[in-house]
């Protein structure tokens, strides 16, 4: 296992020299954030990146996320060109021998909270979702500045969308990520870099539009759509988790199995009721998620990819980006980097 760091790049708070601080953390998780939806990625710009983050003794060990378009999704006929586009951003990251690509095929919204300060008894904040107060938002006037958007809409343009997405049953957008990974899945093979699906969070439909990778059931049928080893999944402890009839560790073990998970995402969530939850500190003692029996399932497997902790707390007055301080996702990569300690010198292997 490589434990990693998300990084927003040279803008963001946490800085490469804070990340090389983490024991034990060696991996960078960044993206060119500032390349829209569509594009191919300039060489030049994943060349200075790359040079950046060697610069300061890491390693660039994930690119999380190139943006899926939305007309790939709805499988318009502007597609293939689109798609080209991102079989070129591919090849690019293997020149820069980043193994692993994160992304996912969520329409419209990306991850998606009601809350980006939800207060703990501790005293600390936290992301939170609640599905009654979802449906509580009014989408007329457009995304605005709220947490879960890939791209900003304005109210015309996010008309024009979930329009469009209405004649998109969940049937039609798994055919449309057949036709995607049928024509990347090649590209990335060729390109040395593994494809990591992420999981739709939170793992139900919302605004009425289709969310289909949820379960065990989804991830077999991922898997089969093109099954080869560079179709995988990021394995997201706090979106599968968000479901209580997720059973974390045997979806761990079923897909593991198959060599499919190339990724982790390790956090922990509490289910606060029916499509709610709040995001909690990473020990399973805080949370819902076992993530002892998570790490072991995943050690039990063969995983060697890289892990990150994801999202953390706002703690002791930290302010920056939420759910991407420095000082809860640091104390989270102790933890994760401590079970995965014991759990290998249990198993005698060091």
């Not at 995607?180 to 060729?190: H, K, N, S, T, Y």
Request: with cysteine; hydrophobic share 45%; charged share 20%.
């Amino acid at each position: 296992m490589e434990l990693t760091f998300r990084w927003y790049g040279p803008s963001d708070l946490v800085t490469l020299g804070h990340i090389r601080q983490i024991p034990a953390v060696r991996g960078v998780v960044t993206s060119l954030h500032d390349i829209p939806p569509g594009e191919a990625w300039p060489a030049a710009a994943l060349d200075a990146t790359a040079a950046s983050i060697d610069q300061a003794g890491l390693e660039f060990a994930v690119v999380e996320s190139i943006p899926v378009h939305e007309d790939i999704k709805l499988g318009r006929s502007t597609r293939d060109r689109l798609i080209d586009n991102w079989c070129r951003s591919v090849e690019r990251i293997g020149d820069v021998d980043v193994p692993v690509v994160c992304y996912n095929f969520m329409p419209v919204f990306d991850w998606m909270r009601t809350s980006l300060a939800e207060p703990l008894p501790d005293g600390s904040t936290t992301l939170a979702y609640d599905d009654e107060t979802l449906r509580r938002i009014d989408l007329s006037s457009g995304t605005g500045a709220l947490p879960g958007w890939a791209a900003a809409y304005d109210a015309s343009a996010l008309a024009a969308l979930l329009e469009a997405y209405s004649a998109v049953p969940s049937e039609r957008l798994w055919e449309n990520l057949e036709y995607f990974l049928q024509r990347v899945v090649p590209v990335a093979e060729a390109a040395n870099v593994k494809l990591a699906i992420h999981p739709d969070d939170p793992p139900w439909p919302i605004f009425n539009l289709p969310r289909i990778i949820t379960d065990i059931a989804s991830l077999r049928r991922l898997v089969s759509l093109v099954d080869r080893p560079a179709n995988g999944v990021t394995f997201c402890t706090g979106s599968f988790g968000a479901l209580p009839t997720n059973d974390l560790p045997a979806m761990i073990r079923e897909i593991g199995a198959q060599g499919r998970i190339h990724f982790a995402h390790c956090r922990n969530v509490r289910v606060t009721g029916e499509h709610a939850f709040s995001e909690t500190p990473h020990p399973t003692v805080c949370g819902d998620v076992d993530m002892f029996a998570v790490l072991r399932a995943l050690h039990d497997t063969g995983f060697a990819g890289p892990m990150r902790p994801d999202h953390g707390r706002m703690i002791w007055g930290e302010r920056g980006r939420p759910g991407y301080g420095l000082y809860d996702r640091a104390l989270g990569a102790m933890y994760l980097h401590g079970l995965w300690e014991g759990i290998a010198h249990m198993k005698g292997a060091a």
